[in-house]
């Protein structure tokens, strides 16, 4: 296994919830730290997509994320004192899954209105790993010039777009596969999918 890491993660409002949550999943259960974000169109996407109740919010991540090894800090976006806004706070890296494009063009332009725009400004300023997961499509030419605003300031972009040479049969080898890729990014051992040649 390999050293424990402490990771920020962002879920926002763009489709494809299931992959913030996968990947918190698997970074608790492999015993890391997650300070987890979760903007308010993410929660009507984790309402509409996974059918989570939302009438007590905190209630719901003690129930999807505490019987897991890992250490799990759940922040409000206005939480200002939260570890993961000051630089100064020895986090590894930060992934933002789902992102959407407008969290995405406030990221790449540093405008730091909530918690998760400013943790993820803080990793670039200090130079730690941002992955950034796009889902969004056809993308317009404002998008992609916000990827490659971040992609230049030390961001890496990977979208949310599964392999199928591993062969998957079902919903959730494609998740894991994306989830895997995220967590090789970050240098973190897993083993959510076949590699090629293996």
């Avoid at 409000?76 to 706070?89: K, Q, V």
């Amino acid at each position: 296994m390999s050293a424990v890491k402490i990771v920020a993660v962002g879920i926002t409002g763009a489709s494809g919830a299931i992959y913030g949550v996968r990947l918190t999943q698997e970074l608790l259960t492999l015993g890391h730290t997650v300070h987890l974000m979760i903007t308010e169109a993410a929660w009507q996407v984790l309402q509409q997509e996974l059918g989570w109740f939302l009438e007590n919010k905190e209630d719901i991540i003690q129930e999807k994320f505490s019987s897991i090894n890992g250490k799990l800090y759940y922040h409000t976006l206005r939480d200002f004192n939260a570890p993961i806004a000051s630089g100064s706070y020895q986090a590894d890296g930060m992934v933002v899954v789902p992102c959407s494009m407008g969290t995405l063009s406030k990221i790449a332009n540093g405008t730091s209105s909530n918690l998760l725009e400013r943790a993820a400004d803080v990793m670039l300023k200090e130079g730690k790993q941002l992955v950034v997961v796009p889902r969004e499509t056809p993308l317009n030419t404002i998008h992609i010039e916000n990827m490659l605003t971040l992609s230049r300031a030390g961001a890496k972009i990977l979208p949310a777009m599964p392999g199928y040479y591993h062969q998957p049969k079902t919903i959730d080898h494609l998740v894991d596969h994306l989830v895997g890729k995220i967590l090789d990014s970050l240098g973190v051992q897993h083993s959510l999918f076949k590699r090629w040649g293996e």
